[in-house]
């Protein structure tokens, strides 16, 4: 096989692939910012704004599971543009739609429709410049891809603020199309091509659960992104909720925090890439960032009292530390054959995300035992040592050579 000659950091499949990130982020946090406001607009009630948010997010996340195999297996069997430009509209159709519901039910189905198309966004991408760019720039390009790309939540905070919550949810569908036009000047990545006509078998999910060390490296791939959606999608989303029961001086608004918790996870995205090409090392980086991360979670369960100002910098800080979901999808790009790339960078970040329903299952189990705030913080302990032992069992992938095939 043979790779094409390597692209810029600022190439348009680079600069192209932040930018459907970017939309894709914009959708997929769009529900955890204006989860209440939308959830009035249909008729329900703040306690029903929890149990039906928790539900609704819930259902998004298995969209995105089930959509991580559809979209991975069809980046290997047709190639990594079919896939972005598949996912795109379907994701931008269903946001559309979205701004029509008028039942939990109809949110739920749009929110999985969804869901299933924003699972094809970063895994494609992420193969792609990763197979276009040498092995020295991969990190650097694959974090500026996050980094540009996790500004979408910024901008959904904004949109948000300023319009009613059914616009947001045409913006989010109509910037879906606008970037439709530009993936017409995307080309396909050279290795896929190498393959594309070949008996090699491509897109076989199942070859992940044939073989032994395939299968090691693809669950350990798994549990090193669980503390992002640990952090986002509990103690962030229900950051209003955490709120209340810390007894804080003010109403946390959610969507603001899930907000400054992007800001922050853009900018660690952005500085991931750099740090592990600093210190030669995907590993020892994403170590750094789970010390943070640690750190922040210990910060978040001991504001009692405290206020929503400081509410709002520790979502940062858990932000800014959970900033290494670049650097983990690239890392299960890397641990891969071209013939198996996409369905795994594309699964993985997808399997991490429908882990999310059953992190909320294993928190909503130990609240009657425990306490709303103990039951989340053990959650969180058990998230946290499965995942640093996996960065611990797992293989260094810094400068691999991604030329090859699975057999």
């Known amino acids: 096989m043979q790779q094409n000659k390597s692209i810029g950091l600022f190439s348009i499949p680079v600069i192209v692939a932040a930018l459907g990130y970017f939309v894709d982020i914009y959708d ?52 990594r543009l079919s896939v972005l430009f ?51 720039k991969r990190g650097k390009a694959t974090s500026i ?63 992940f659960f044939t073989n032994g060390k395939r299968f090691k490296k693809y669950m350990l791939a798994i549990f090193i992104g669980l503390p992002t959606w640990y952090v986002i999608g509990i103690l962030i989303t229900f950051s209003k909720e955490f709120g209340e029961h810390f007894g804080i001086n003010g109403v946390v608004d959610s969507g603001k925090a899930v907000m400054l918790a992007y800001v922050a996870i853009s900018i660690g995205d952005l500085l991931i890439g ?40 520790i979502c940062m800080l858990m932000g800014f530390g959970t900033g290494f979901w ?29 882990s999310l329903p059953l992190i909320i299952i294993l928190f909503k189990s130990l609240n009657p035992g425990f306490g709303y705030i103990t039951a989340a913080a053990i959650t969180g302990a058990i998230v946290m040592i499965i995942s640093t032992a996996a960065v611990f069992m797992t293989d260094e992938t810094f400068g691999k050579d991604l030329d090859f095939i699975e057999e």
């Open 274 to 313: 750099f740090i592990s090409n600093w210190l030669k090392s995907r590993k020892k980086a994403l170590f750094i960032f789970y010390a943070i991360t640690i750190f922040s979670i210990v910060l978040f369960f001991y504001q009692a009292n405290g206020t929503v100002s400081e509410m709002y910098a």
């Open 28 to 79: 997929l946090l769009l529900f955890s910012i204006i989860r209440v406001k939308s959830l009035k607009g249909i008729g329900l009630t703040d306690a029903l704004c929890d149990t039906e948010g928790k539900f609704i997010i819930s259902i998004q996340m298995y969209g995105l599971l089930l959509g991580g195999i559809l979209w991975g297996v069809l980046g290997d069997k047709k190639g």
């Open 145 to 207: 891809v996050a980094g540009v790309g996790l500004t979408g939540a910024i901008a959904a905070y904004f949109v948000a603020h300023s319009f009613d919550w059914r616009i947001c949810y045409y913006v989010g569908g109509g910037l879906g199309l606008c970037l439709l036009l530009l993936r017409i000047s995307v080309f396909e990545s050279g290795m896929y091509h190498s393959i594309r006509n070949t008996k090699v078998q491509k897109g076989n999910f199942f070859m």
């Open 86 to 136: 598949g996912s795109i509209i379907l994701y931008s159709l269903a946001n559309i739609a979205n701004g029509f519901v008028q039942t939990v039910d109809q949110y739920a189905l749009a929110r999985f429709i969804a869901g299933i198309g924003l699972a094809g966004e970063l895994g494609a991408g992420i193969t792609l410049v990763s197979e276009l760019i040498s092995k020295e």
């Open 326 to 354: 670049a650097l983990f999808v690239t890392m299960a790009a890397e641990h891969f054959g071209t013939n198996l790339r996409a369905t795994a960078a594309t699964t993985v970040p997808n399997m991490v995300r429908g």
